[in-house]
């Protein structure tokens, strides 16, 4: 069965946008945690349609946006590093109970803002970045 690349490039993109749309209603209803995580999902759906565009297959199901972002061939500055492994956590602890409560208590809204606005920052850029690889698809 071959895959029709352009369509799954285009799923993920779409459903990354819906992710990023969702964290930012849960923000403006102080679910601070939960912002974070839709937030780590919009990366990673944005990472999983340039790895579908690099590779000409389907995305790895995997939920960390460093190895992704390896995938991709994107160069990474070490602030990017650093954010991505900190970004990364935001998926693991939205999901498991006991980290979730762990992750609750860090979630202050100052703290969630800062990450919220981060994440942002880098959904954009990403978001460019597959743009400019969907011209080539």
């Known amino acids: 069965m071959t895959i029709n690349i352009k369509k799954l490039f285009n799923y993920w993109l779409s ?7 969702v964290a930012e209603s849960l923000m ?4 601070y945690p939960e912002a974070l995580f839709f937030g780590h999902l919009a990366l990673e759906k944005t990472l999983k349609a340039i790895v579908v565009a690099k590779h000409n297959a389907h995305a790895p199901p995997i939920h ?3 190895e992704l972002c390896k995938k991709t061939d994107i160069v990474l500055d070490n ?12 998926y693991m602890a939205g999901r498991y109970d006991e980290e979730k409560m ?8 100052k703290f969630s803002e800062e990450n919220l606005k ?3 920052k880098c959904y954009l850029w990403l978001k460019d970045e597959a ?3 969907s011209r080539l698809l």
């Open 15 to 21: 459903d990354a946008e819906e992710s990023w749309s």
């Open 131 to 133: 743009k400019k690889i």
């Open 79 to 90: 602030r990017l590093v650093a954010e991505l492994r900190l970004f990364s956590g935001f």
């Open 64 to 66: 960390n946006l460093l």
């Open 118 to 120: 981060k994440i942002k």
């Open 102 to 109: 762990d992750f609750r208590k860090k979630c202050t809204k």
């Open 28 to 31: 403006e209803k102080n679910k």
